[in-house]
T-cell receptor, first 114, second 113 residues
Framework: GAGVSQSPSNKVTEKGKDVELRCDPI?????LYWYRQSLGQGLEFLIY????????KSGLPSDRFSAERTGGSVSTLTIQRTQQEDSAVYLC????????????FGSGTRLTVV | AQTVTQSQPEMSVQEAETVTLSCTYD???????LFWYKQPPSRQMILVIR??????QNATENRFSVNFQKAAKSFSLKISDSQLGDAAMYFC??????????FGQGTRLTINP
C-alpha cells in the first residue's frame, strides 16, 4: 500500500480482556517496528522484525505482550489480560531495513483499557 | 546504550518568526544517523529532516535546517518563517547499527498567529 496502515484506529477494552492490534506495512519494506507512546510521552520501543523473525524483542514490557509477522508483511501485536497501564497509542513503522533510512509510521492505535 | 534528550517540553513562536528546538544525544558509536520527526494531532510521525553523522554539512529541507555539532553531541532544529501548520510535537531520534530508532521525549511547538 501507499502507507503504513494500522487497525483499529481506536480500541476500548475492559481490563482483563485480550486485544489484537494490526499493522500493514509498506509493500517491499522488510523491517517492521512497534512502539508505544503513553500520554504526552516519547516513543518506547517494543519489538523489531526483519522479515518474519524478531531479532530484537527487548522492549516488550511483560509476557502478556507478544507479536508476530507473517509472509514478511502484516504484523499483529497481541496484549493478553490487559491492564489499565497498557492504555497508550501503539505505533507501527516500516522501513527497507538499511541503516540510516528513516521509518515510515502509521497513525497508530489508541488503546484504552477501562 | 544510546540516549536522546530534549530539554524543552514546550516552545512557542510567533507566526513567520524563527524557532530553534534543542536536542542532545549520547552514543559510543562514530557512525550513526539523526532525525527530527513531527507528530501532529493526527498521531502520524512525519520525517522532517535527516543527518548523517559522517557528514559535516548541516542538512536543510526548505524552511527546516539543523545545527549538528558532533563533538558536543548536539542536534538542534531551526524552523524559519514559522507557519500555523508547523504546530506539532517534534521528536529528535538517533539510530546506529542496531537499526532501532531511539527517541527523545519530544517538544510541543505552538505557533501564535
Amino acid at each position: 500500500g501507499a502507507g503504513v496502515s494500522q487497525s483499529p484506529s481506536n480500541k476500548v477494552t475492559e481490563k482483563g480482556k485480550d486485544v489484537e492490534l494490526r499493522c500493514d506495512p509498506i509493500s517491499g519494506h522488510t523491517a517492521l517496528y512497534w512502539y508505544r507512546q503513553s500520554l504526552g510521552q516519547g516513543l518506547e520501543f517494543l519489538i523489531y522484525f526483519q522479515g518474519n523473525s524478531a531479532p530484537d524483542k527487548s522492549g516488550l514490557p511483560s509476557d502478556r505482550f507478544s507479536a508476530e509477522r507473517t509472509g514478511g508483511s502484516v504484523s499483529t501485536l497481541t496484549i493478553q489480560r490487559t491492564q489499565q497501564e497498557d492504555s497508550a497509542v501503539y505505533l507501527c513503522a516500516s522501513s527497507f531495513g538499511r541503516v540510516g533510512y528513516g521509518y515510515t509510521f502509521g497513525s497508530g492505535t489508541r488503546l484504552t483499557v477501562v | 546504550a544510546q540516549t536522546v534528550t530534549q530539554s524543552q517540553p514546550e516552545m512557542s513562536v510567533q507566526e513567520a518568526e524563527t524557532v530553534t528546538l534543542s536536542c542532545t544525544y549520547d552514543t559510543s558509536e562514530s557512525d550513526y544517523y539523526l532525525f527530527w520527526y513531527k507528530q501532529p494531532p493526527s498521531r502520524q510521525m512525519i520525517l522532517v529532516i535527516r543527518q548523517e553523522a559522517y557528514k559535516q554539512q548541516n542538512a536543510t529541507e526548505n524552511r527546516f535546517s539543523v545545527n549538528f555539532q558532533k563533538a558536543a553531541k548536539s542536534f538542534s532544529l531551526k524552523i524559519s518563517d514559522s507557519q500555523l501548520g508547523d504546530a506539532a510535537m517534534y521528536f529528535c531520534a538517533l539510530i546506529q547499527g542496531a537499526q532501532k530508532l531511539v527517541f527523545g521525549q519530544g517538544t510541543r511547538l505552538t505557533i501564535n498567529p
